[in-house]
C-alpha cells in the first residue's frame, strides 16, 4: 500500500474524491507560497541594500505590502530603478513611470485568484449564511474608505476576508485607514474593472496606495 492509498484509507475512510479535493486545495495553496531558485538567489544577490527602501516603495503605492512570493520576482527590478534614480539617472517622473509597471506586475499577480468573473453561487450561500456578525461593520468601513457602497459581485472576497479578521479577538481595527482596508480596497477596485471593461483593463488600472 502506497502513501496514497493509505491516507485515503486512515484519514478519508476510503473517499477517494475527498483525498483528491483536499489534495488538490494543499497543492493549490503551496504553489501560492512557492518560489524558485532563481528568484530567491537573484532576491538575495541583487542590490540587497535597497531591500527595505523596495519594501517601503511597494507598500507606499499599492497601500499593503504582499507576501514575499508575490513580489520576488519584481523586487531586483524595482532595486535596479531605485539606485539610477539615487544616481541621477532616471527622473523622478521616470523612476516612478517605471517602478509602477513593476508594482502593477505585484498587484496583478496578487489578483490571480480573484479574477472569475462570476462567483460560485455556494460562496454567496456562505456569505449569506455564516458572514453575519460583522457583515455591517464591514460594508460601513469598506464604504467609509471608498466613498461609497460597493456592490457585492466585486466585494464579497473582501467581505468575507475582513468579517474573518474582526472575528478575531485578538485584534481590532482602528479608526484609521490599515493596511487590510488598502488591500481589501485594491480588491474592489480590481475587480470594478475587470468585470466591467476585461482582464487587459484591470491589469492596467491604477494603483490605490497611500502614495
Not at 35 to 60: C, G, H, M, Q, Y
Not at 69 to 89: E, N, Y
Not at 181 to 191: G, H, S
Amino acid at each position: 500500500m502506497d502513501w496514497r492509498e493509505k491516507t485515503i484509507n486512515e484519514v478519508y475512510g476510503g473517499n477517494v474524491e475527498r483525498f483528491e479535493k483536499a489534495y488538490a486545495q494543499a497543492v493549490s495553496e503551496g504553489n501560492r507560497h512557492c518560489v524558485s531558485w532563481k528568484d530567491f538567489v537573484l532576491n538575495e544577490t541583487v542590490l540587497p541594500d535597497l531591500k527595505e527602501a523596495t519594501e517601503d516603495l511597494i507598500e507606499r503605492r499599492l497601500g499593503y505590502l504582499p507576501h514575499e512570493s508575490v513580489a520576488i520576482t519584481f523586487v531586483p527590478f524595482l532595486r535596479a530603478f531605485i539606485q539610477s534614480h539615487r544616481t541621477g539617472v532616471l527622473s523622478d517622473q521616470e523612476f516612478l513611470s517605471k517602478a509602477d509597471q513593476q508594482i502593477k506586475l505585484i498587484r496583478n499577480w496578487d489578483m490571480r485568484h480573484n479574477t472569475c468573473r462570476v462567483y460560485d453561487e455556494s460562496i454567496y450561500q456562505n456569505y449569506k449564511d455564516n458572514y453575519v456578525v460583522f457583515r455591517q461593520a464591514v460594508k460601513e468601513r469598506l464604504s467609509l474608505f471608498l466613498g461609497y457602497e460597493p456592490k457585492l459581485e466585486h466585494s464579497l472576497i473582501a467581505e468575507m476576508w475582513m468579517h474573518d479578521l474582526m472575528t478575531d479577538d485578538t485584534f481590532e481595527f482602528p479608526e484609521t485607514i490599515t493596511a487590510i482596508d488598502y488591500k481589501a480596497i485594491t480588491l474592489i477596485k480590481y475587480r470594478e474593472v475587470l468585470l466591467q471593461y476585461g482582464q487587459d483593463a484591470a491589469y492596467s488600472s491604477p494603483l490605490h496606495g497611500n502614495s
